[in-house]
């Protein structure tokens, strides 16, 4: 059974930083592409970005230039560094497995940039 963990999430005002974490059981996880997904309000889920087995990331466009995905194997952990946060990045964060044809996602952590 494959658990994520989100953790890493608050209150930041515009033009701060989070960095979240997702934490994943198992002992395959070097092996899968990592994926972090956001629900803001009103909206449907929607992709940030990936990061595959190698470590190589890509982004939405909204969020190129200001969010940084990166993976520590030995943690079995994946990051979601955010920078330049702006009101409209206020969403629940979910990180998102695929194993097999099996899907797995967190329990989110809120992200509210506000003044």
């Known amino acids: 059974q494959v658990q994520l963990v989100e953790s890493g999430g608050g209150l930041v005002q515009p033009g701060g930083s989070l960095r979240l974490s997702c934490a994943a059981s198992?002992?395959?996880?070097?092996?899968?592409?990592m994926n972090w997904f956001r629900q803001r309000p009103g909206k449907q889920r929607e992709l940030v970005g990936a990061i595959d087995s190698g470590g190589r990331p890509n982004y939405a466009d909204p969020v190129k230039g200001r969010f940084t995905i990166s993976r520590d194997n030995a943690k079995n952990t994946v990051y979601l560094q955010m920078n330049g946060l702006k009101p409209e990045d206020t969403a629940v964060y979910y990180c998102?497995?695929?194993?097999?044809?099996?899907?797995?996602w967190g329990q989110g952590t809120q992200v509210t940039v506000s003044s």
């Open positions: 198992g002992s395959f996880f070097s092996i899968y592409g």
């Open positions: 998102y497995l695929l194993v097999g044809g099996s899907k797995y």
